[in-house]
């Protein structure tokens, strides 16, 4: 991670000082994004994205005072923590091998179709599940996903019209 940043930045005396920051501080912005997310894993992505934050506003954080540039490190562990829990809250996705329950009759169709909407982008795949699948409306799908309920609808209308133009370009549907 600090070859990366170091590459990001212009100058020796910068990436002198960047180097004394994260040395100085790696531990630390680990321990505030393990603490805020409980996931080492996730921990660490959160950890990166603080890094890179900092490299982004490099002006400002190099014209820092030592310990206030500790503390700005410290706060963008923190956010970037707090954002990598956000969007996990928004995309629940379902489980890989998840298969939804067939209509009676459904066979080879259904799964073809099932496989169409796998394929849609993550956010229009996600609503058209929750709507196609669970039944749920566009309030409870906003609600769950955290998304306005005219979001809802307008990916649930462009995801249909997805599978329509899939469909048709397959020449399965004529509509």
Known sequence: MLTICLAMLETEADRQKFTRLYEA????????ALRVL?????????????????????EVVSALSWDRAGGYAVTA????????????????????????????GGGDGYQYLVSL????????RRVLELKLVE?????????????????VSSRVMRGRAML???????GICDA
């Open 164 to 170: 329509q133009k899939r469909l048709r370009e397959e």
């Open 25 to 32: 501080m790696e531990k630390k912005v680990y321990a505030v």
């Open 117 to 124: 909407v796998r394929q849609l982008p993550e956010g229009y």
């Open 38 to 58: 409980g996931n080492p894993d996730q921990a660490e992505d959160a950890a990166q994205h603080a890094w890179l934050r900092m490299i982004q506003r490099w």
């Open 77 to 104: 562990a923190k956010n970037a923590a707090l954002d990598l829990m956000r969007l996990q809250s928004r995309t629940a996705p379902l489980p890989e091998d998840w298969d939804p329950p067939a209509p009676a």
């Open 135 to 151: 039944e749920l409306t566009n309030r409870e799908i906003a609600q769950r996903l955290r998304i306005r309920e005219s979001t």
